[in-house]
């Protein structure tokens, strides 16, 4: 089997390379905190000092990072992937990143020999612990068949979509945020008209679940609505960076957003409100505080 190496390991990334070493796949871990590195080499992992020791042991790389610098740092640093890349390497950056950072990055790792792959993920922490995530996945279509097992170990393998051409997967991933940010905020406002009208709100998910407003943010985060639970899974300033880099993308292509932008400024009053480290489903506190309720 191919030898993996995975840089970054955080609430996503730790559980995505544990599936990777359960399928049996050799690992090469890199990670700035090292309490995660510590319980990959328990599972079977080898510990490196820097990106460009990964580059030199594996031949295909998976990063999950922050965002668009952290991943130009990993690759293009004085220590970073590029200084030692092997021709053949296969580049499979899961970060949610702007797509056009992506697109650079695929033409860097081209100019060494090697691909790039932007395929970033849905599904959340749980989905990474249970290996379901769905990945959204642009770049050299025969690349993404050549790595389909290393994809398949961390996700549905019904769900490995190949977008398109480099960048078409951060695209995907801008589409999906946009989506659930509204999605969240009508649920948060449907939870607090409940909630003020003296009306069960517990009583009302499940209705509108066996309806035609049933959705996988009613599920999960309408739950966390109702129980005050934000324990992170995404936590709200990651999900501000994505929002921000939805907002660029979508004034870069000339598209009207105003659902978006409501969604965007409420995830940033969430992080203005000092709850940065809670899960991005806490702009509901946002939104009961505006209407006068606990939250």
Do not use: W
């Amino acid at each position: 089997m191919d030898t993996i190496g995975f840089i970054g390991l955080g609430v996503m990334g730790r559980p995505m390379a544990l599936n990777l070493r359960r399928h049996g796949f050799p690992l090469v871990v890199h990670s700035r905190s090292r309490g995660p590195v510590d319980a990959l080499v328990a599972a079977g992992a080898t510990a490196v000092n820097s990106p460009v020791e990964v580059a030199r042991r594996a031949s295909r790389i998976v990063l999950m990072l922050p965002d668009s610098p952290d991943v130009a740092a990993v690759l293009e640093g004085g220590s970073g992937v590029f200084g030692a890349i092997q021709r053949g390497t296969i580049i499979i950056d899961s970060s949610t990143i702007a797509p056009a950072a992506a697109r650079r990055f695929a033409e860097a790792a081209a100019s060494a020999g090697a691909t790039y792959l932007d395929a970033p993920v849905s599904g959340g922490e749980i989905g990474a612990i249970d290996g379901t995530l769905t990945f959204m996945i642009g770049g050299d279509a025969a690349a993404v068949e050549t790595v389909r097992p290393v994809l398949s170990a961390m996700g549905n393998p019904e769900r490995l979509v190949h977008v398109g051409p480099s960048g078409a997967g951060q695209i995907c991933k801008v589409c999906n945020q946009l989506v659930i940010g509204g999605t969240l905020a009508v649920v948060a406002e449907a939870i607090a008209l409940a909630r003020k009208a003296g009306v069960d709100p517990n009583r009302v998910r499940a209705a509108l679940l066996g309806g035609f407003a049933a959705s996988r943010v009613l599920d999960v985060h309408g739950e966390r609505m109702i129980n005050g639970n934000y324990k992170p899974g995404f936590r709200g300033r990651l999900y501000a960076k994505d929002m921000r880099i939805a907002m660029q993308t979508l004034a870069e292509h000339g598209v009207p957003a105003p659902a978006t932008a409501l969604a965007h400024q409420l995830v940033e009053a969430q992080v203005a409100a000092g709850e940065a480290d809670d899960d991005y489903s806490a702009i509901a506190r946002v939104i009961f505080r505006l209407a006068g309720l606990e939250d």
